[in-house]
């Protein structure tokens, strides 16, 4: 037996017509005859699990929410992406192109996951933080403030990345770390362990900062160079 289906109330968005669904049958939170958000097709969500979608939330284009997923509040998911497992995506989040959100991931705020990017495991991405690109977020991480992981970059474990941090290229940022404020790590940098990035820093190139460093101020850290303690501050960029 199916568990809902397309009512007869629509509404159009960004030229796509979407149809408000209701539950044919209760399960999880959802009871029988309850009216949930908005689909354009059934394709859209699985008829399978505890996934559902409600509140304003739209889900629209090849994109699909399967598994125990949940979209609500006002979210949108569309082009190609995928929410699926435990994974949440509410308030104004935004989940689209070919993106993925999966297994226990939650993406909320304003922000937003697209192109190929994938967060999941137990990571949270919020506030007005944008993933993209090929990056991946995962593990406990979160993303938050008005930060950017995309490129390839990779940040896992239980790390910290906020403010107008900039993460990008092929860079790995993991285990504790905390890359904060107007920071930049790009190129093939690692910054592991349970190092600090802060202020206005830049760490780039093969560079690593690891164990209990603490990189400040307008420091650079890039190359070869290998950073494992203490702490390095600077008063401006070299030009």
């Known amino acids: 037996m199916c568990k809902y289906r397309l009512t007869e109330e629509t509404k159009v968005v960004a030229g796509v017509t979407l149809h408000r669904i ?7 939170d959802v009871t029988e005859g ?3 958000g908005w689909v354009e097709s059934e394709d859209n969500l699985s008829q ?3 996934c559902w979608v409600s509140g304003k939330a739209c889900v629209s284009g090849d994109a699909e ?3 125990d997923a949940q979209v609500s509040g006002n979210a949108q998911v569309f082009g190609d992406a995928w929410v699926l497992g435990d994974a949440k995506v509410y308030e104004n989040a ?3 192109k070919n993106a993925q959100v999966s297994v226990n991931a939650c993406v909320f705020g304003y922000a937003r996951v697209f192109g190929d990017a994938w967060v999941y495991g137990d990571a949270k991405v919020s506030r007005n933080a944008w993933v993209y690109g090929d990056a991946e977020v995962s593990g406990y991480a979160r993303v938050f403030g008005d930060a950017c ?3 390839d970059a990779r940040v896992f474990g239980n790390v910290r990345v906020y403010g107008d941090v900039r993460v990008y290229g092929d860079a790995w940022v993991s285990g504790n770390a905390w890359v904060f404020e107007k920071t930049k790590v790009y190129g ?10 802060s202020g206005n820093a830049w760490v780039y190139g093969d560079a690593e900062v690891s164990g209990y460093a603490w990189v400040s101020g307008y ?3 890039f190359g070869d160079a290998w950073m494992s303690e203490g702490v390095i501050t600077s008063g401006e960029h070299k030009q």
Do not use: I, P
């Open 188 to 197: 093939d940098a690692w910054v592991y362990g349970d190092a600090k990035v």
């Open 149 to 151: 992981v995309f490129g």
């Open 65 to 67: 929410v399967s598994g």
């Open 94 to 96: 935004r989940v689209y």
């Open 22 to 28: 209701q539950a044919l049958k209760s399960f999880g």
């Open 48 to 50: 399978e699990g505890l």
């Open 34 to 36: 309850d009216l949930g």
């Open 219 to 221: 420091a650079e850290v």
